[in-house]
């Protein structure tokens, strides 16, 4: 399968602002804050041809820089990055025709003109006839919602119509790589959730097509992406499936019951082969925290047992060694680490140690 | 459904869609000159600003210079300066800030990023302010000719033509020359315009004649193309003797053309290279 993107190395740096470097000149001696920000520091990444690609990190992460090198707006500092098999330092020319971004929070456009103008402007700097123009912009604006605003002008728009108007203007020069910078950023449920759907749509439409995506609603990266990467302080932590990350989190099956259990000492799990991990908590103690579904005339006490497998089957095993032990099943439930526990697992752990650091 | 028209369109299209140098260029080139001149219009003062101040101060140079028992083509001088120092406002004040705006407003990037040249973006915004701007000369000609009954007996009207639009080229290269400076310097380049402006009026020779001043300052002003261009017009509308012979200044504002649009080529190229190194491309800020 062709990359439709690759970096190798990709580095970039800033300089510190003039104004904080001047400073620092007239104390000499104060030599902790370095002249340079590593905003990427060496990323290797490779993002397949079809593929809805995800990008998570916290701010400042370095995701917009990334980008801005992908779309030629930034050089790199060292390192290399292809897009569409062209190097976007010497190839940028035949880069730019077959990309385009959508950035959240952008404020492009002119607000003199009204939406549909503003779309075509951007438009015929792709070179595409009127007409073709015309009617992707109808159909991009009947997507959005943003038919009713099509005449309206843009500096009378709200943010979110703004927005919906950036989204548009990505997809009407037709791109065969495409990166949407935090796209769903100040748009309502509704309209983020059509959009996502849309996005989705979009990529399977026609083969070749390639997205690449940052935001920051784990959920949004989850529910569209084939693929993502975390990455933090300009270093990519990991990369995979959406499920493959969660199952860096958690390796084995978790499981989380809770019991009502007359004698303890009956219950023999930690003997079972394949137990990883066993907790049993008296629940009872504290009545407060009884859900509504356990019985409150209950006359034996009630414990909260928590469960690490080797494999999911055993579970079984565990199940009739509570009945044998003549207990009572009253929930059970599989634990599901959610790619925000994956993300603020590894992302809080580089904070940490980045703090200990400096 | 066209939805559906559309989508078998775009799956019997070929990755990239292979668009022409040339749609590539004057494409782009009318789409940046449309808001330009669209937008001014939508501004409700526009009638004002555009048609009724001009011939206010063009009046008030032209009843002086009665007063002053001035010999008559003088006032033809004011007319055809008024109307063209309608360009050279509009390229000092519009053509240099826009890039410089362009930027703070996210539109740089998104032009830098797309496949078409930043000359022809400049080349739009000139275009529409030439557009924009000929109207408002229009409006100060039409009121010299029925108010002041300038009379207009060019040598010819196409060696006219040919001076009106070589001065033209030559202000816009100017122009898109400056945009590409405006960038780099930001907002130092203020200072600039305004240091251009005042001198402009004296020097250019706008309200009299350039024989006036001492060769050296008039040489000097003659690098803005608009002394040149409108001496050479002067020469062919009112068939005065001029700072230079006719046929030298037309081929003088060939080389400003070239030379003005050769720089703001030159000067794009760096600065968008010298951005990228520096990551300014995109700052919303400064
Ligand atoms: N033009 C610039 N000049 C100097 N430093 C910059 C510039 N742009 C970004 N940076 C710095 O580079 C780092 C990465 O920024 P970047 O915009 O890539 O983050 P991000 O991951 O997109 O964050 P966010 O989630 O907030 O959008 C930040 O520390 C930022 O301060
Ligand atoms: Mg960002």
Redesign the interface.
């Known amino acids: 399968m062709q990359n439709a993107i690759k970096t190798e190395n990709l580095t970039?740096t800033?300089?510190r602002s003039k104004k904080s470097s001047k400073k620092s000149s007239k104390k000499k001696w104060d030599n902790s804050q370095p002249q340079e920000l590593v905003a990427l520091g060496g990323v290797d990444l490779n993002i397949h041809s079809g593929e809805l690609f995800g990008l998570l990190g916290p701010n400042g992460a370095g995701k917009t820089t990334l980008i801005?090198i992908l779309?030629?707006?930034?050089?790199p500092t060292s390192g290399k990055a292809f897009v569409d098999g062209l190097d976007v330092v010497t190839q940028a020319?035949e880069i730019?025709?077959?990309?385009?971004?959508v950035s959240g929070g952008?404020?492009?456009?002119?607000g003199?003109?009204n939406v549909e103008?503003n779309l075509?402007?951007?438009s015929?700097?792709?070179?595409?006839?009127t007409s073709i123009a015309q009617?992707?912009i109808q159909?991009m604006l009947e997507i959005v919602g943003l038919q009713d605003k099509a005449r309206t002008?843009v500096s009378q728009l709200s943010t979110g119509q703004r927005q919906k108007m950036n989204f548009c203007?990505g997809f009407i020069t037709?791109p065969?790589i495409l990166f949407l910078d935090e796209p769903t950023l100040g748009l309502d449920v509704n309209a983020a959730r059509s959009i996502r759907q849309f996005v989705r749509d979009w990529l399977r439409?026609?083969p070749?097509r390639t997205l690449l995506l940052t935001t920051h609603y784990m959920m949004e990266a989850e529910e569209l992406c084939d693929r993502l990467a975390i990455i933090d302080h300009g270093k990519l932590l990991t990369c995979g499936t959406p499920n493959e990350l969660k199952q860096t989190l958690q390796q084995f099956p978790q499981f989380q019951l809770v019991i009502e259990l007359g004698n303890v000492d009956q219950l023999n799990i930690s003997t079972i082969p394949g137990v990883k991990e066993y907790r049993l908590t008296p629940l009872q103690e504290n009545p407060d925290s009884r859900s509504a579904s356990m019985p409150v005339n209950s006359v034996q006490p009630i414990f909260s047992c928590h469960l690490t497998l080797a494999e999911e089957a055993v579970i079984g095993q565990i199940v009739q060694a509570i009945v044998s032990a003549q207990g009572k099943i009253l929930q059970l439930q599989k634990h599901q680490p959610t790619l925000e526990d994956a993300f603020v697992q590894l992302v809080g752990h580089r904070l940490e140690s980045g703090e200990q650091g400096s | 459904m066209?939805?559906q028209q559309?989508?078998s369109k775009?799956?019997n299209?070929d990755?990239?869609?292979k668009?022409?140098w040339f749609?590539?260029t004057w494409?782009?080139i009318?789409?940046?000159a449309?808001?330009r001149m669209?937008?001014v219009r939508?501004?409700p003062s526009w009638v004002f600003h555009e048609a009724i101040l001009p011939i206010l101060s063009v009046a008030a140079f032209a009843y002086v210079y009665r007063a002053m028992n001035a010999p008559e083509s003088y006032i033809g001088f004011v007319i055809l300066g008024g109307a063209m120092t309608a360009f050279w406002l509009n390229v000092l004040w519009s053509m240099s800030a826009q890039l410089y705006w362009e930027r703070s407003?996210?539109?740089l990037?998104?032009?830098?990023?797309?496949?078409?040249s930043m000359m022809?973006?400049l080349a739009g915004m000139a275009l529409g302010g030439m557009i924009l701007t000929s109207i408002r000369a229009l409006v100060i000609v039409t009121a010299g000719i029925l108010l002041f009954g300038v009379v207009l007996q060019p040598i010819s009207w196409w060696l006219f033509l040919l001076a009106f639009l070589l001065t033209l080229l030559a202000l816009y290269g100017m122009g898109m020359m400056f945009a590409s400076i405006f960038l780099m310097w930001g907002r130092e380049a203020w200072h600039l315009v305004n240091l251009l402006q005042e001198p402009v009026y004296l020097l250019s020779g706008m309200n009299f004649p350039l024989q006036v001043f001492p060769t050296l300052v008039a040489t000097l002003a003659a690098i803005i193309p608009l002394t040149i261009g409108m001496d050479s017009m002067r020469q062919i509308l009112f068939a005065t003797p001029g700072f230079w012979p006719l046929g030298f200044e037309l081929i003088f504002l060939t080389i400003l053309v070239i030379l003005f649009i050769y720089l703001a080529y030159r000067f794009l190229r760096y600065l968008e290279?010298k951005s990228?190194?520096?990551?300014k491309?995109?700052i919303k800020w400064q």
């Not at chain 2, 990037?109 to 078409?116: A, G, T």
């Not at chain 2, 990228?276 to 990551?279: D, K, M, N, P, V």
Request: aromatic share 10%.
């Open positions: 970039r800033y300089q801005k779309t030629t707006l930034l050089a020319r730019r025709p077959r990309i385009n971004i952008e404020s492009c456009g002119y003199v003109l103008e075509w402007l951007f015929q700097i792709y070179g595409i006839p009617e992707r159909q002008r203007r037709d065969k439409e026609k070749g | 066209s939805n559309m989508n775009l799956e299209q990755y990239p869609v668009i022409s749609a590539l494409r782009p009318l789409a940046r449309y808001p669209i937008g939508r501004q407003s996210g539109n990037e998104l032009f830098i990023m797309s496949p078409s022809t973006i290279d990228r190194q520096e990551g491309l995109t």
